[in-house]
């Protein structure tokens, strides 16, 4: 055994292992994935920028109950309710700070109505920090939100 | 009048144009091909494959600000990367691509100059580029260069030692120090020098992988005392010299290497008639596929290993090489003397 | 007169070998190292001082970022610290669940550790495979949910929802899959002559010293000390599998490196054995909506990557903790730092930091 070890040893054995596991990745196929030309589809639980959503009939999900403003660890939500003609409430101003959001999930697990939900966007830079203080208006599930905020 | 002037002119400026197009080629080898051992594509966006990369990259280099560090000794400064870089590229005129052709009646060869101490001229003068690395760490009046260059001077110094020695086996052979002789050498009697001698091959491409600060000998540039080691305080054009200074110098070893071990321009095998099918493929075209060769392995290894502690680096050359390759020069002579 | 002196020499907070914002001031004889003083603080973010302005259920996703790279213990660890105070417990499959994604955590922030050892002794290419083994672990993470790198998977009481459908069949893939490219690590450095020289004798730290100054993970195992939390004081169910607590020899850097090789090997197994044996049922206990822990204190300590990660809570019987003390395992473990480097070269201060495996995030909190 140890004249075996001394061979190995003078002829570089061990280095010519290394060499070859490393040529061997040479020819693998590559796990580049060129973005922007390719991307790659998040998968459905990704927590990605929020929104709210609307019933079938168009009425606001949400009813104002303030259970994601107590359960942000944060305080990035900041709701006032109205009572509508129905007499029910409805959020009349709805702002969420994305600023330092971590994006934690607790406002949505929070939320008894399912009305503030994940989405899969993740391509929310902006060049102003002002557009990162969202309204209502924009965190509907129909807004233009994203080219608003990568707009120069 | 012509073959005095003009021819060498032209070689002068093939040889140029040869150097640049080479390090330019082998930079973008040498990214694509470690992106490829890292499993992911390397620069492919700037020019077709990603051609253009050094130029985009040469272009950001030039207009970047020339900082001087203050009470640094702006003359050394300015002139270290000089030092380093022209006798490198001097050198090239000795190296021989190919016999020669003849045009129009004139015989051009492809070599600008055959003396008969070419080998000795190229190992000594392309050492000159060490003093270019102690002035360039000592001009930067900051601690960490200075160090960084006097630890990269002595680990060249002592390398260029087992470099000399290691070629000298190559002299029983050839009988002649020219560069081009040591080729015709290898054709006459039929086989290439790595093949009679292994181990000198092997103690030359170790030391010339130390001589050019590569992985595993690159301490001195890698993580010692911070960040650079002598090209630290450099930027934009000076630091992009040292950088293809260090190319040509890779450059200009693997294409020794070539020469005095592998055969130059010859096809292997020279003495098998049986293969003369492959004289097809002319002299100068297989000088550059063995310099690939040689240049690929350069960045495998350097993709592959670790590397040396400093005091291990030197340890390696005075208590590993230099005695391995006197021990090959006094069992050549041995042999050589038995079989004359 | 010739005169000898020392030089000083910083390591700032800026430097490529150093993990994180890191400096360390070193006196130098030549070059070896007299003496050395780590500085740390560069990353406080008063973390400790939050968790007394939010309630239970509001600093679980604050903890992910104490050790950014293995986010997932550090939860383990909070939400086993609350349950214990308040006396929960929590069903089967979700203790199975958080035992699969926590050695998953394991192999992940060791792999990272691997990258970055090997890439300041000089191997290029092994921090890419690294990370992308880790991509097949973090797909996991965000299947399961959502997040990549903060997961903020637990929830006190359990999880907040069962796992997906190919969640078994993804993880029992990796656990196959993992194996082959940990044999390909060991090909490229373990038998290494560079790597050996580089490593071995280097960075000493003997069994007596380590447990004198509370030394824990994989850097007081190199040592030769058998002490690792899931043994000791077993908590969540690994009392239940089977698994070997790798030890070294010497203490020096090729043993800790050996010891985190081998403890990628058995997460394998344990999360081999977990998926096997998965039990079906709830996924989360009663918990009232409001947690309301009774007052008192309570220290609940689990093994993360890096050691022995602590929390202390006091607790005043109100929504909010009094106190919360974090005991980070790379903080214990970098007071070792100026016995191991004290008589080596400065290239071996780089070597001896990447063993330590040091997350900055970690230390300063």
Same mark, same amino acid.
Request: proline fraction near 5%; hydrophobic fraction near 45%.
């Given at each position: ?11 570089l054995?061990?280095?010519i292992?290394?060499?070859?596991v ?7 196929p590559?796990?580049?994935?060129e973005?922007p030309?390719?991307?790659i ?10 929104r709210?959503?609307?019933?079938e %009939?168009g009425?606001?999900?949400?009813? =104002? ?5 107590k =359960? ?17 409430l409805?959020p ?7 600023s330092?959001?971590m994006?934690?999930g607790l406002?949505?697990?929070a939320?008894?109505? %399912? =009305?503030i939900?994940f ?6 830079a ?17 807004? %233009?939100?994203?080219e ?5 | ?9 032209i070689k002068?400026?093939?040889?140029l144009a ?7 080629l ?6 694509r ?7 992911r594509?390397?620069?492919n ?8 990369q ?6 950001k ?6 900082i ?8 050394v ?7 380093v ?6 050198v ?6 190919g ?21 000795i001229?190229?190992?000594a003068?392309? /050492?000159?580029a060490v003093?270019?690395?102690i002035?360039?760490?000592?001009a /930067?009046n900051? $601690?960490?260069p200075?160090l960084?260059?006097?630890? /990269?001077?002595?680990?060249?110094i002592?390398?260029e030692?087992?470099?000399?020695l290691?070629?000298v086996?190559?002299?029983f052979?050839? $009988?002649?120090l ?16 790595v093949?009679l ?7 030359f491409?170790i030391?010339?992988?130390a001589e050019?600060?590569r992985t ?5 540039e ?6 650079g080691?002598?090209?630290?305080e450099?930027?934009?054009?000076k ?10 110098h ?8 070539t020469?005095?071990?592998?055969g ?16 097809l ?5 297989w000088?550059?596929? $063995? ?14 290993f ?12 005075w ?5 391995l390759?006197?021990?090959n ?8 003397l038995l079989?004359? | ?9 910083? !390591? ?13 001031k070193?006196?130098l &004889? ?7 003083e780590p500085?740390i603080?560069?990353l406080h ?9 939010r #309630? ?29 105070l !308040?006396?929960?417990?929590v069903p089967q ?5 958080r ?5 998953? #955590?394991r ?8 990258g970055t050892?090997a890439?300041?002794i000089?191997?290029?290419t092994l ?5 992308r083994? +880790?991509?097949h ?5 965000? !299947?399961?949910t959502?997040g990549?790198?903060?997961c903020h ?16 069949d ?14 390909d690590y060991h090909?490229?450095?373990t038998?290494?002559?560079i790597?050996?020289?580089? #490593? ?7 069994a007596k &010293? ?10 007081? +195992?190199?040592s ?7 043994k000791?004081n077993?908590?969540s169910?690994y ?16 043993d800790?490196?050996?010891?985190? !090789?081998?403890?990628m ?6 999360i ?6 998965l ?6 206990a009663k918990v009232?909506?409001?947690i ?16 022995e ?8 019987g109100?929504?909010?903790p009094? +106190?919360?003390?974090? +005991?980070?395992p ?5 007071q070792?730092i100026?016995k ?8 071996d201060?780089?070597a ?5 495996d040091?997350?900055?995030g970690?230390?300063?909190?």
């Amino acid at each position: 055994m140890k004249v075996l070890d001394k061979l190995k040893k003078i002829l570089l054995i061990d280095l010519i292992i290394g060499l070859a596991v490393t040529f061997k990745y040479l020819l693998k196929p590559k796990v580049t994935v060129e973005y922007p030309e390719e991307k790659i589809e998040p998968q459905p639980r990704f927590r990605g920028m929020i929104r709210l959503f609307k019933d079938e %009939n168009g009425r606001d999900l949400c009813v =104002a109950c303030m259970q994601c403003v107590k =359960a942000c660890p944060d305080f990035l939500i900041s709701i006032e309710g109205e009572r509508g003609p129905d007499k029910k409430l409805y959020p009349k101003t709805f702002t969420w700070n994305m600023s330092r959001c971590m994006f934690c999930g607790l406002c949505v697990e929070a939320c008894p109505t %399912n =009305a503030i939900r994940f989405t899969k966007d993740y391509e929310l830079a902006t060049y102003d920090k002002k557009k990162l203080f969202i309204q209502k208006e924009d965190l509907y599930a129909d807004s %233009n939100i994203l080219e608003k905020l990568a707009e120069f | 009048m012509v073959e005095v002037l003009i021819v060498p002119l032209i070689k002068i400026i093939i040889i140029l144009a040869f150097i640049i197009a080479v390090v330019i080629l082998y930079i973008w080898f040498e990214r694509r091909v470690w992106g490829f051992i890292q499993t992911r594509l390397g620069p492919n966006r700037v020019g077709p494959f990603g051609l253009l990369q050094l130029i985009a990259d040469t272009v950001k280099l030039l207009i970047k600000e020339d900082i001087i560090p203050y009470r640094a000794d702006r003359f050394v400064f300015n002139i270290a990367p000089i030092i380093v870089i022209v006798p490198v590229i001097v050198v090239f005129g000795l190296i021989p691509f190919g016999e020669g052709i003849k045009i129009f009646g004139i015989d051009f060869k492809f070599y600008l100059a055959n003396t008969n101490v070419a080998l000795i001229f190229v190992v000594a003068f392309s /050492s000159l580029a060490v003093f270019g690395i102690i002035l360039g760490g000592w001009a /930067s009046n900051s $601690k960490y260069p200075l160090l960084g260059s006097l630890r /990269s001077a002595s680990q060249m110094i002592s390398y260029e030692v087992a470099l000399g020695l290691s070629i000298v086996p190559i002299l029983f052979f050839s $009988k002649s120090l020219s560069l081009v002789d040591i080729v015709n050498s290898q054709k006459e009697m039929g086989v290439w020098f790595v093949f009679l001698q292994p181990i000198a091959f092997f103690v030359f491409f170790i030391a010339g992988v130390a001589e050019t600060n590569r992985t595993p000998f690159d301490l001195p540039e890698a993580e010692s005392e911070l960040v650079g080691g002598f090209h630290t305080e450099y930027s934009g054009i000076k630091f992009a010299f040292f950088f293809l200074a260090e190319y040509v110098h890779i450059f200009l070893v693997s294409a020794l290497v070539t020469i005095l071990f592998f055969g130059g321009w010859l096809r292997p095998f020279p003495s098998i008639k049986f293969l003369s099918f492959l004289d097809l493929i002319p002299g100068p075209l297989w000088f550059l596929l $063995k310099l690939c060769f040689f240049l690929f392995l350069f960045t495998w290894i350097r993709g592959t290993f670790p590397r040396y502690r400093y005091d291990q680096l030197l340890e390696l050359s005075w208590k590993g090489l230099i005695p391995l390759s006197l021990a090959n020069l006094i069992v050549t002579s041995f042999i050589v003397l038995l079989v004359r | 007169m010739v005169q000898v002196r020392e030089i000083v020499v910083n !390591m700032g907070p800026q430097h490529p070998s150093t993990h994180g914002v890191f400096r360390i001031k070193l006196w130098l &004889d030549g070059e070896v190292v007299v003496k050395s003083e780590p500085i740390i603080g560069y990353l406080h973010r008063g973390v400790e001082k939050l968790a007394e302005h939010r #309630t239970y259920a509001q600093f679980t996703p604050i903890t992910d970022r104490l050790d950014y790279l293995a986010a997932i213990s550090n939860e383990l660890g909070w939400v086993e610290a609350v349950e214990k105070l !308040m006396g929960i417990e929590v069903p089967q499959r979700a203790e199975y669940i958080r035992v699969i994604l926590t050695e998953l #955590t394991r192999i992940a922030s060791h792999l990272v550790w691997l990258g970055t050892h090997a890439l300041d002794i000089g191997v290029m290419t092994l921090v890419l495979y690294c990370f992308r083994e +880790r991509e097949h672990i973090l797909d996991i993470f965000e !299947m399961v949910t959502g997040g990549r790198l903060t997961c903020h998977a637990f929830r006190i009481g359990g999880l907040p929802q069962d796992v997906p459908e190919g969640f078994v069949d993804k993880v029992k893939e990796f656990v196959e899959v993992f194996p082959k490219y940990l044999s390909d690590y060991h090909k490229l450095l373990t038998n290494n002559r560079i790597w050996l020289k580089r #490593t071995k004798n280097v960075g000493i730290i003997t069994a007596k &010293d380590a447990i004198d100054l509370g030394l824990s993970g994989p850097s007081i +195992r190199g040592s030769g000390v058998k002490w690792d939390v899931r043994k000791s004081n077993p908590y969540s169910v690994y009392s239940k599998f089977d698994f070997i607590v790798p030890t070294g020899e010497v203490g020096d850097v090729y043993d800790r490196y050996m010891v985190r !090789m081998e403890e990628m090997r058995q997460s394998c197994r344990i999360i081999e054995q977990a998926i096997k044996s998965l039990p079906s049922g709830e996924i989360c206990a009663k918990v009232p909506k409001v947690i309301k822990p009774p007052a008192g204190e309570v220290y609940h300590s689990i093994e993360a990557p890096k050691g022995e990660l602590g929390y202390y809570i006091v607790s005043d019987g109100s929504t909010i903790p009094y +106190r919360v003390r974090i +005991r980070p395992p790379s903080f214990v473990n970098l007071q070792g730092i100026s016995k191991m480097i004290e008589g080596q070269l400065v290239a071996d201060v780089v070597a001896v930091i990447g063993s330590l495996d040091i997350v900055l995030g970690e230390i300063d909190r």
